[in-house]
C-alpha cells in the first residue's frame, strides 16, 4: 500500500509563497517516514502526473484570500466545488495551477479516492527568503497534525467525515 | 466589444494559453483597420542589468531564472558566449550531452504548447481541459511525451526547471551511460507518439495565409540546428555569422511594450520553427523528413498557423537525436573542460523553442562582467506578430467580434511567445471605432 502524498507548492523566494516548500523541509528534517513528500512548483499537468497512482494526496500552498495571516484553510478537492476564480480555460501558463490541474485530472479520470487541499494564508508575498512569524507558526502546526490528518483520510472507516472545513477557495498559483 | 461612431473595439484583457501577461489593442475605424499593437505589460526585469558586476561563471545560473519553460535555451547561449569570451570550445561528449538536454527541452516546450495552449485553437475547444474531455488519449499522450523531456532535463540538468547541473565549459556532473539508456525505451514510445502527434495536428483546419517577412535562424551544419555559429535567412539577404548578430538585429523601445522591439537590417522577420525548418529541413534526421514530407510541408513554409505541424515534427527530430546521441554516448573524463576569465566580448547563439536567442557579454580580465546583452526570440518576433494581426484582421472584418477575437488569439498562439522572455511579456484587445 502506497503511503499518503504529500506535495508542497510554492516559490521559497517570494517569503510566504514558500511555504509548500518549507512543510516539505520540515517533515525531512522531522524524520517523517509515514508519508510521501515532495515538492512541485504548481504546474498542472506535473501535478496530476505527480498524483496519478496514489490513492491519498494531500497538497500543501498558500492562500491569500484576505484572511487572518496563518489562517488553515481545508477544501476536499476531489468532492467540494471551486466558488471563484478564472475559468481555466482563459488563464496564461502563468496563471494555472491547483484549480486546473484539479479539472484536468478530473478530465482524464486521474483524480486521487482523496485529494485534499490546505492552505495557510499569507501575510507577506514580496520578494525574499523566509515565512513571516504567524505563517511559520502556522506551518510548524500543519507539520504536527498532517500525519495523523494523512492516516485518517487514507483510512476507509473515517472518510465519512466531511472533508472540508474552510469555504471553498479560488486556488490560484503562479508558476515562475 | 464597442460600436460606437463607426468604432468597432475587441477588448480582451489578458491573453490566454500563452507564457507570461501580455494584451492586444486592435482598433477598426469605419471598417478600416487603424491600430494593431500587441502590449506587453509585465514589467521589466532588468535581467542584462542584474549580470552586470556578477562573475563569469554566473549567467547559466542566472539567466536559467528568466524562463520555467525554456531555461536550456538561456544556458546554452550563455555559456556559448562566455566561453567565447574566454576562447574556450565545448566539443565531444560534453558538446553532446549539451545537445540532448536542449532536446529534452524542446520536447517538453513544444509538447506543451502543441496540446496544452495550440490544439485547442484548431479544434474549437475553449481550452485544454474541455478538450480532454473529447480526447482523453490524446491529452495523456501529451502529457506522457511532456514527461519525457521533463525527464531529460532532470537526468542531465539536474531538475526539470531551472536545471541546476549546467556551468560554463560543461556540467558539475555527467550521467553514466546507464542512466542515458534507462532512457532509451521511453524515447522509442516517444518517437512514435511525435510521429503521432505530427499526423494529428497536420490533419487541423490550417487558415490560408503566409507571411511575407523574413525568416532569420541558425544555419546548420552537419545536423538540424541547436547551437551554432552561422545565421541566415530564408530570402538569402541575411547571412552573418553570431558575433555579427548585433550589427544586423537592431532592438528599439515602442510605447506600448516593456519589451524591445527587434529589427533586422534587411527588412521585417520573423524567429522561430518556420524558419528553422525553412532555412534547414534537409538536415533534419530522416524520421522527421519524411513526417514533414507526409504531413504536407515543402521546402518553405510560411504559414504560421503550420508551425504546430513544424514543432511536431521537431519533436520527431529532438526524440531522433536524443536516442541518436545516447546511442553514441561515452561519459567524458572530465564533467568540464577549464574556462578561465580573459578580457574580452563573447556572443553565443542557440534556437530556444520559439527561436533564435542571442547573448553577448564583455568580461573584464579578472572574469567580471561588464555588460550583457540578451535577446530572446519573443522579442524579435512583436513585429511579426503584429503584421500578422493586421492582416488577419483586415481578411476577417466580417467575422462576429467573438470569432475575429479568437482567430486572432491564435494568430498570437502561432509563435507560442513566451512574454516572460521578452520582458527582461499578452491581454487583447479590439476597438472597432
Not at chain 1, 490541474?101 to 486521487?112: F, I, K, N, S, T
Not at chain 2, 503584421?387 to 483586415?394: C, F, S, Y
Request: net charge negative.
Amino acid at each position: 500500500m502506497t503511503r499518503p502524498l504529500v506535495i508542497g507548492i510554492g516559490n521559497p523566494y517570494r517569503h510566504d509563497d514558500g511555504l509548500g516548500p518549507a512543510l516539505i523541509e520540515r517533515l525531512r528534517l522531522a524524520g517523517e517516514d509515514r508519508l510521501e513528500i515532495v515538492e512541485e512548483t504548481g504546474e498542472p499537468a506535473a501535478l496530476v502526473q505527480r498524483w496519478s497512482g496514489h490513492g491519498c494526496v494531500l497538497l500543501v500552498d498558500a492562500v491569500d484570500s484576505g484572511g487572518l495571516p496563518g489562517g488553515l484553510h481545508r477544501f476536499d478537492c476531489q468532492r467540494g466545488s471551486w466558488r471563484a476564480g478564472p475559468p481555466p480555460a482563459v488563464l496564461s501558463t502563468h496563471g494555472s495551477g491547483i484549480v486546473e490541474a484539479v479539472e484536468l485530472g478530473r478530465a482524464l479520470d486521474r483524480l486521487p479516492d482523496q485529494l485534499v487541499f490546505f492552505g495557510i494564508e499569507v501575510e507577506d508575498t514580496s520578494d525574499g527568503v523566509g515565512l513571516s512569524p504567524k505563517v511559520s507558526v502556522a506551518l510548524d502546526s500543519l507539520v504536527r497534525e498532517l500525519p495523523g490528518i494523512a492516516s485518517a483520510l487514507a483510512t476507509p472507516a473515517t472518510r465519512a467525515t466531511p472533508a472540508t472545513r474552510a469555504t471553498p477557495l479560488p486556488c490560484q498559483e503562479a508558476q515562475s | 466589444m464597442t460600436h460606437r461612431n463607426g468604432t468597432r473595439q475587441l477588448d480582451v484583457q489578458a491573453l490566454a494559453r500563452v507564457e507570461g501577461e501580455g494584451a492586444l489593442h486592435v482598433t477598426i475605424t469605419d471598417g478600416e483597420l487603424t491600430t494593431v499593437e500587441l502590449n506587453i505589460y509585465e514589467p521589466p526585469r532588468f535581467f542584462e542589468a542584474f549580470l552586470r558586476g556578477r562573475s563569469y561563471t554566473e549567467p547559466p545560473d542566472i539567466t536559467a531564472r528568466i524562463c520555467g519553460i525554456c531555461p536550456v535555451a538561456y544556458q546554452m547561449s550563455s555559456c556559448l558566449a562566455i566561453e567565447d569570451a574566454c576562447g574556450v570550445v565545448v566539443d565531444g561528449q560534453l558538446a553532446a550531452l549539451r545537445h540532448i538536454l536542449y532536446c529534452g527541452e524542446w520536447i517538453e516546450s513544444h509538447v506543451l504548447h502543441i496540446y496544452m495552449l495550440h490544439a485547442p485553437d484548431f479544434l474549437g475547444y475553449a481550452g485544454a481541459i474541455a478538450m480532454a474531455q473529447d480526447h482523453r488519449g490524446i491529452v495523456e499522450r501529451g502529457l506522457r511525451l511532456k514527461k519525457l523531456g521533463n525527464r531529460l532535463l532532470e537526468v542531465i540538468g539536474g531538475r526539470a526547471i531551472h536545471p541546476i547541473n549546467v556551468r560554463v565549459g560543461g556540467f558539475y556532473r555527467v550521467p553514466t551511460v546507464s542512466e542515458l539508456a534507462e532512457l532509451v525505451p521511453e524515447l522509442e514510445w516517444a518517437r512514435q507518439a511525435a510521429l503521432d502527434t505530427v499526423e494529428w495536428v497536420a490533419g487541423f483546419p490550417m487558415p490560408d495565409y503566409e507571411g511575407d517577412w523574413d525568416l532569420l535562424a541558425l544555419a546548420g551544419e552537419d545536423h538540424y540546428p541547436f547551437m551554432g555559429s552561422r545565421i541566415g535567412s530564408v530570402s538569402g539577404r541575411a547571412q552573418f555569422s553570431v558575433p555579427q548578430f548585433s550589427a544586423h538585429v537592431h532592438e528599439e523601445h515602442v510605447a506600448h511594450s516593456t519589451a524591445l522591439h527587434g529589427r533586422l537590417d534587411t527588412g521585417e522577420y520573423a524567429v522561430g520553427p518556420l524558419a528553422r525548418y525553412s532555412l534547414n529541413q534537409a538536415l533534419l534526421p530522416p524520421l522527421a523528413r519524411a513526417a514533414a514530407a507526409d504531413a504536407g510541408l515543402r521546402g518553405e513554409c510560411r504559414n504560421p498557423f503550420k508551425s504546430i505541424i513544424v514543432r511536431a515534427v521537431e519533436v520527431v527530430a529532438a526524440c531522433e537525436e536524443a536516442l541518436r546521441l545516447i546511442g553514441e554516448y561515452s561519459p567524458p573524463s572530465e564533467p568540464a573542460v577549464p574556462v578561465m576569465p580573459r578580457s574580452g566580448v563573447g556572443h553565443g547563439a542557440s534556437e530556444a523553442p520559439r527561436g533564435l536567442l542571442y547573448h553577448r557579454y564583455e568580461i573584464d580580465s579578472e572574469g567580471i562582467i561588464t555588460s550583457a546583452t540578451i535577446v530572446p526570440p519573443t522579442s524579435q518576433n512583436q513585429r511579426a506578430i503584429e503584421h500578422d494581426l493586421a492582416h488577419v484582421v483586415e481578411a476577417n472584418l466580417d467575422l462576429d467580434d467573438e470569432t475575429l477575437t479568437a482567430r486572432c488569439e491564435q494568430t498570437i498562439r502561432n509563435y507560442d511567445p513566451c512574454i516572460s522572455c521578452s520582458t527582461h511579456f499578452l491581454d487583447l484587445r479590439v476597438v472597432r471605432l
